[in-house]
């Protein structure tokens, strides 16, 4: 039976807001009845070690982006380790759908209260 295990890569340091808003998507998609993990604060880099651990202790098969470019502050491709590994899978990006705008969207409608 397929296993999905959801990363969510968020910066080292961010401000409270922000996380309040990572750890509320967190919440949302741990509940997605597909979804059988969620592995927060990954790194958004993928290096040799956390895909080896990607491979090895959470036993996935393939790492899966969307179609929109994921490039690395120096201009390389987040995933070119994964590609050359024979591991990323792409998938068509649903246009509208991100969860850079859904936690923007927590943040906006939770600011008054943090």
């Known amino acids: 039976m397929p296993h999905l295990v959801l990363i969510k890569a968020g910066p080292k340091k961010m401000h409270h807001t922000y996380k309040l808003g990572i750890i509320y998507l967190m919440i949302m998609v741990s509940a997605v009845k597909w979804v059988d993990e969620v592995i927060p604060d990954a790194p958004y880099a993928i290096t040799e070690d956390f895909m080896r651990k990607l491979f090895d202790e959470y036993n996935i098969d393939y790492i899966i982006h969307g179609d929109d470019p994921c490039v690395l ?31 923007g969207n927590n943040i906006h409608t939770s600011l008054p209260f943090v």
Do not use: F, M, N
């Open 73 to 103: 502050p120096d201009g390389t491709d987040a995933y070119a380790l994964a590609k050359k590994a024979g591991r990323y899978k792409q998938i068509k990006r649903i246009e509208g759908v991100s969860s850079t705008d859904i936690v």
